[in-house]
C-alpha cells in the first residue's frame, strides 16, 4: 500500500482500433489522497486548499454523493455493489479542483483491507455533456487465472462513439511506485477502443504542486476541451455516432 498523500504524474492515452484507427496521447498528474487524512490541517501541508477555492483544492461535493466523509461513502458504496470483506483504507486518485473547476472521466478509489492489501477498485465513471456518472467496483483477486484483468459488460453511456453492447476489459495492478490503469472496450471479440494512464509517483510538497501548477495551470479545462477537440476528429474521420440509451428510449 501507497501510504500517505501524493501526486502522480505522466500520460494519458487513447487508441481506437476501429473502424477507423485514431489515437493521442497527454501529459497527466494526478493526487493520491489519502481519504482518511483529508483536512485542513493535512491538506494544507502539501498545497491544498480544503473546501475553499483556489488554484488546487480538494472539495467533498466533487465526489461520491452524501453527508458523510469520503472513506465511509466509499466503504458504503463497495458494500452496495456486492463487497463483502472490510474495506479499513481509501486511497483517491484525482486531479482535483482546479482554480474552482472540477471534471474527471475518470476517479479512482483504491481499497486495502486490514492486512494492507489491495482488495477493491471503486472506479467513479463521468461523462459529459450529460453529467452522469456511474459507478463500476473491481474485486481485486491475486489468486485468479489471469491476476490484475477483469471483464464486464458495459452498464454506462460515456462516448457517443462507442456503442453500449461492449464489455469492458480492465488492467489494474496494485499502485506502487509506478501507476498503471487500463480499459479496452471489446465487441465480438475484438478490441475496439482502449484508454489508460501510465503514472510515476511523486512526492507532493510546495515545491512540486507550484512545479506542476506551473506546468499545467488548467488540467482540467485542458481535458474538457481536449474531449470536444478529439471528438470532432472522430467526427470528421467518419467515425459511426451511437445515441445516449435515454435518447433511444424518447
Request: aromatic letters at 16%; proline letters at 6%; hydrophobic letters at 35%.
Amino acid at each position: 500500500m501507497q501510504a500517505g498523500h501524493a501526486v502522480y504524474c505522466g500520460v494519458v492515452g487513447h487508441k481506437r482500433f476501429i473502424p477507423k484507427p485514431h489515437g493521442f496521447h497527454y501529459t497527466y498528474h494526478a493526487y493520491w489522497l489519502d481519504c482518511e487524512a483529508l483536512s485542513t490541517e493535512s491538506l494544507s501541508q502539501v498545497g491544498i486548499n480544503y473546501e475553499v477555492f483556489g488554484a488546487i483544492s480538494y472539495r467533498r461535493r466533487d465526489y461520491l454523493p452524501g453527508n458523510n466523509t469520503l472513506s465511509a461513502a466509499v466503504q458504503n458504496k463497495v458494500r452496495e455493489l456486492g463487497g463483502v470483506k472490510p474495506v479499513v483504507s481509501v486511497y483517491l486518485l484525482t486531479p482535483l479542483a482546479n482554480w474552482g473547476y472540477y471534471f474527471s472521466p475518470i476517479t479512482l478509489y483504491y481499497c486495502y483491507d486490514s492486512d494492507g492489501a489491495f482488495c477493491y477498485l471503486l472506479a467513479e465513471v463521468s461523462n459529459t455533456p450529460w453529467n452522469e456518472r456511474h459507478y463500476y467496483l473491481q474485486k481485486i483477486d491475486s489468486q485468479s487465472s489471469d491476476p490484475g484483468f477483469y471483464q464486464h459488460d458495459k452498464a454506462f453511456h460515456v462516448s457517443p462513439f462507442n456503442p453500449m453492447d461492449m464489455q469492458y476489459r480492465w488492467q489494474i495492478p496494485a499502485p506502487a511506485s509506478e501507476l498503471y490503469c487500463s480499459i479496452t472496450n471489446i465487441k465480438a471479440q475484438q478490441a475496439v477502443f482502449s484508454a489508460w494512464i501510465k503514472l510515476k509517483r511523486v512526492t507532493l510538497n510546495n515545491a512540486n504542486r507550484r512545479r506542476i501548477l506551473i506546468r499545467h495551470p488548467w488540467q482540467n479545462v485542458q481535458v474538457m476541451w481536449r474531449i470536444y477537440w478529439q471528438a470532432l476528429k472522430l467526427f470528421v474521420k467518419r467515425v459511426p455516432l451511437h445515441q445516449h440509451p435515454k435518447s433511444r428510449e424518447k
